[in-house]
């Protein structure tokens, strides 16, 4: 298996742009997460999923924030309208059962301007 | 809530053993996990401790104190390679046991 696979690994964008950040996560793997790393907040959780339904987003920041899950092999993480505060690596993760070890994929590095 | 503390950074030389700890305050505990980041890559898993005591694995191991809310990761035999970010995390059995990371110990392996 190819692993967790983001995309972009890179972004630079402007302040008030949209950002979507993509997620392939594992085949067979049920569950996904959300991760965002910055230096002062280390890895929080945003959100995440089970079966493609979201189980809990309380780690999200706020409205401008948005994730979903169309299918078992897709899951995308949107912001609208970025800001600068959003500059912050995004990983996803899966996992194939609720308390099983989360295999990362390599992030997404988002820089906004 | 939950917290987890752990130092923010440990210096060894090669050949080393050094032991990273992480307390933890939890109202709900599955287990206690590590797992490693090299220079902001992906987060990789090292071990997990659902139950008091050692599990070895190779040259690392990890222990739990479930009464102490306490745990380790010991690295023996260091090499270079070992230099990277060390992550302890929790499970909140309260939180859907979501997995709640620790802000990791920066382990520097010198020559």
């Known amino acids: 298996d190819a692993g967790v696979i983001q995309s972009p690994r890179h972004e630079v964008t402007e302040m008030g742009q949209e950002v979507t950040l993509r997620c392939k996560p594992i085949s067979g793997h049920d569950y996904l997460f959300w991760y965002r790393q910055t230096m002062m907040r280390g890895l929080e959780l945003l959100i995440y999923?089970?079966?493609?339904?979201?189980?809990?987003d309380s780690g999200m920041p706020e409205d401008r924030f948005s994730a979903k899950m169309p299918n078992a092999s897709f899951s995308t993480l949107k912001i609208q309208p970025s800001e600068p505060r959003d500059s912050a690596v995004y990983f996803c993760?899966?996992?194939?059962?609720?308390?099983?070890?989360?295999?990362f994929g390599e992030g997404s590095r988002l820089t906004v301007l | 809530g939950q917290s987890l503390e752990q130092p923010s950074e440990v210096t060894a030389v090669e050949g080393a053993i050094v032991q990273i700890n992480c307390t933890y305050q939890?109202?709900?505990?599955?287990?206690l996990s590590w797992y490693q980041q090299h220079d902001g890559g992906a987060p990789t898993f090292l071990s997990y401790?659902?139950?008091?005591g050692l599990e070895e694995t190779g040259r690392f191991s990890s222990f739990l104190s479930r009464s102490d809310s306490y745990g380790y990761l010991l690295l023996q035999e260091l090499q270079m390679k070992d230099s990277a970010s060390y992550f302890c995390a929790v499970r909140d059995s309260n939180q859907g046991g979501k997995l709640i990371f620790g802000q990791g110990t920066e382990l520097s392996v010198k020559p």
């Open positions: 993760a899966s996992s194939p059962r609720e308390l099983g070890e989360l295999f």
């Open positions: 999923f089970n079966n493609n339904v979201p189980i809990d």
């Open positions: 401790n659902g139950l008091d």
């Open positions: 939890t109202s709900g505990f599955y287990g």
